[in-house]
């Protein structure tokens, strides 16, 4: 009886810990995109999941016409949650680290280009520069809990650093409830902790820039190793349209109201946090291959690999810390 007992209490203290093991895939659809989460849990979170992306989607997707942002674009007097808060703040910092090359004031461009939340407009010199008036996150600030706008045409769009906090948002979550191991994607934009169903570090890939807008096919310039990292990529190979032969771009430079037209194809940055990784990797695509090695190269806890074209094909240049995130 004693050997019975000893036993059943072994396996009531085995049992937890190997249930505690059990990887967890959760996925669909938030923000136009999808999301794909893997985890270790006794029990599937997604319910929970999706009560904060919901939540954080009522804070600041445009595409939903009663979320704060959108109700804040209306000029309607909102109080801003922490979601908004954190987004905005973070905004603020990065527009200072770049010189204003991420903005998300950039709102009015990005629909009168046709790539925002809004019918596209006809687009003249005149028009942009008419625009260019409502852009500068000198125009806009926060202050107790509520946004204060110097004009009323100022608007925003925090499409490219919001998902990136989304992935922060919910890997938050997964960590407070004692998660160690987990992926969490999010649009691309990706966040890691400790180790995946093989017990090795989460493998990621980095896609070769082609044109390719409906997605038909994919290839992988390399693969990286991460584990307590976040990766974001941003490009230009995806979102564009072409008019009367040349191509637009979605990446909206902010001091020139103008689709970019460089040589860069696609930034991806490596950071300790996803809201971090999802604005540099835009605003490198506003700033050009030299400038975006030489910014993340100066700034702590960052690393770049960045694809671009030269008439010899495609090359690729990385930061100096980028090469030991690089999987054999």
């Keep these: 009886m004693r050997r019975f007992l000893l036993f059943a209490f072994l396996v009531l203290l085995f049992f937890p810990s190997c249930q505690q ?7 669909g659809k938030i923000f136009g995109t999808y999301y ?20 954080f989607s009522h804070s600041l997707s445009t595409y939903d016409s009663l979320s704060i942002i959108s109700k804040i674009n ?19 910092e990065i527009s200072l680290l770049t010189d204003g090359a991420f903005d998300i004031t950039v709102a009015p461009l990005v629909n009168a280009w046709g790539f925002g939340f809004s019918k596209k ?5 005149f028009y942009i520069d008419s625009l260019l008036n409502f852009v ?10 509520m946004i204060q706008k110097n004009l009323p045409g100022v608007m925003l769009d925090a499409s490219a650093i919001a998902k990136g906090y989304s992935a922060d948002v919910v890997a938050d979550y997964l960590k407070k409830r004692g998660i160690s191991n987990y992926m969490v994607e999010i649009g691309g934009e990706v966040v890691t902790s400790g180790v995946n169903p093989k017990n090795t570090k989460w493998k990621l890939g980095v896609d070769k820039p082609f044109d390719d807008p409906a997605v038909l096919k994919r290839e992988l ?4 190793a991460l584990s307590g990292e976040a990766l974001a990529t941003s490009g230009n190979y995806r979102n564009f349209y072409i008019k009367e032969g040349k191509k637009y771009a979605h990446t909206i430079d902010p001091k020139t109201g103008y689709p ?12 300790p946090d996803c809201i971090s990784a999802d604005a540099f990797a835009t605003a490198c695509m506003v700033i050009g291959v030299e400038e975006s090695m030489q910014l993340i190269e100066s700034l702590p806890d960052l690393e770049g690999c960045f694809i671009f074209h030269t008439d010899a094909g495609n090359q690729v240049v990385m930061t100096s810390g980028f090469y030991r995130f690089i999987s054999e």
């Excluded at 407009?121 to 010199?125: A, G, L, S, Y």
């Excluded at 970019?260 to 950071?271: C, G, K, N, P, Q």
């Design 36 to 55: 794909h989460i893997v985890y270790t849990s006794r029990v599937d979170l997604e319910p929970e999941i999706k009560l904060i992306l919901d939540s």
């Design 21 to 27: 093991n059990i990887y967890q895939h959760n996925e």
């Design 260 to 271: 970019v037209e460089h040589s860069l194809l696609s930034a991806s940055i490596i950071a």
């Design 74 to 92: 209306r000029n309607r007097d909102f109080k801003t949650d922490s979601f908004f808060r954190a987004v905005f703040r973070r905004s603020e």
């Design 121 to 125: 407009e006809e687009v003249t010199d």
């Design 221 to 224: 310039q390399m693969v990286v």
């Design 136 to 145: 500068g996150m000198d125009k806009v600030h926060l202050h107790n809990e």
